[in-house]
């Protein structure tokens, strides 16, 4: 083999995937694979995050940000009524005073009970495990907004302008994080997790908790990791490390 | 007698300007950049079944790339003036034009992007 179709073959694999320095170790992550054209949202993946609230500061809103940008959500000034996709909740424990912040977002539940509620059959689960609302056929009703037991869900009140071409959103529609299912399906990821990494403390990470091999099973096989409210048995498919 | 004549000849004078009338008429809109994905009177015919079709498909289903897509009617379809895209549902372009004149009111827009690319101008 001449030198530079080993160089070449090294390039190839570095465009097709993971480069392995070393057994567990990977120096560049393979890139999450756009799903063919014309090929539906399987089963055989379930997208989830998991969030290092120790890693996240209680004065960062960038995955906040990048959410309003990339799902085009205006700010209005009047936040009891302002769409919000995510937020970030800080919480303290009175005993030990301890304080620390992280944020929320729909918990792309298993089994989720806004879904469960829905008389039109709008709240859906997707067969990727992406809990989504159809507004073709959402009346709103809001049932689903009072059946979140993490309050994800957001209703427009007004007449919309300036909507994203991927994120259609009109008056009288319930709405809520879709886990920027149009980036999911053209193999990014969150913008969230996007904005986390690049401005934020990289507390976010995405991935397919159905593959043993993605960086987000590998840790959270061998690392403690926690639910909110887990208590419910909603099995959501948002983890968070520190609380 | 004589009245009839003088009807019927007038009719038959008025019948061709009449058809020209007629051809003229309807609803005038910009031309699309670009080849369709299926035949103008299929379309014409079709449309809102293959948007619902596909929109079903792609929401529920995660189904992309599929060739009857909202966006891409709004990106071969939206006109340009002054270097901006007129938003598709405005008076007199292509959506518009006709379903005003055939008083059919569609719902797509109070959501849906009105220009091609990321939103609406």
Redesign the interface.
Request: some cysteine.
């Given at each position: 083999m001449t030198q530079a179709s080993s160089r070449r073959d090294l390039l190839k694999g570095a465009v097709l995937g993971a480069v392995a320095i070393a057994p567990g170790l990977t120096l560049i992550a393979p890139a999450a694979q756009a799903?063919?054209?014309?090929?539906?949202?399987s089963a055989a993946n379930r997208w989830g995050l998991l969030i290092d609230t120790s890693k996240c500061d209680a004065g960062c809103t960038a995955c906040v940000d990048a959410c309003k940008t990339e799902m085009?959500l205006p700010a209005l000034d009047r936040p009891a009524t302002d769409a919000q996709y995510i937020r970030k909740v800080d919480v303290k424990d009175p005993k030990t005073g301890h304080q620390h912040s992280l944020p929320v977002m729909c918990q792309h539940c298993a089994k989720p009970p806004c879904v469960d509620v829905c008389p039109t059959g709008a709240s859906?689960k997707?067969?990727?495990g992406i809990v989504?609302v159809?507004?073709?056929i959402c009346i709103g009703c809001r049932y689903c907004m009072m059946a979140c037991p993490y309050k994800a869900r957001s209703f427009a009140h007004e007449?919309?302008?300036?909507?994203?071409?991927h994120n259609?959103?009109?008056?009288g529609?319930v709405e809520g994080c879709t886990l920027c299912?149009h980036r999911i399906?053209a193999g990014g990821r969150p913008a969230c997790v996007e904005a986390c990494a690049d401005t934020g403390r990289a507390a976010m990470i995405f991935g397919d908790l159905n593959d043993a091999n993605s960086e987000i099973s590998r840790r959270l096989s061998k690392q403690a990791s926690s639910r909110i409210r887990a208590d419910l048995g909603l099995d959501p498919a948002i983890r968070y490390q520190g609380i | 007698m004589g009245m009839r004549v003088v009807m019927l000849a007038l009719l038959l004078v008025l019948m061709p300007w009449q058809g020209a009338r007629a051809a003229e008429a309807g609803p005038q809109f910009p031309k699309a950049q670009g080849q369709c994905v299926e035949d103008a009177g299929t379309m014409r015919r079709h449309h809102f079944d293959f948007l619902k079709h596909q929109r079903d498909d792609t929401m529920r289903e995660g189904i992309r790339g599929a060739k009857h897509s909202l966006k891409d009617c709004v990106s071969c379809h939206a006109a340009h003036k002054d270097g901006k895209a007129v938003p598709v549902n405005a008076p007199g372009q292509f959506c518009a034009a006709c379903h005003d004149y055939a008083a059919v009111s569609v719902g797509c827009f109070t959501c849906h992007a009105t220009t091609p690319g990321e939103g609406k101008p």
């Open positions: 799903r063919p054209a014309g090929s539906a949202a085009g859906m997707r067969a990727d989504l159809d507004r073709h007449d919309q302008s300036n909507q994203k071409a259609p959103r009109g008056k529609c299912v399906d | -």
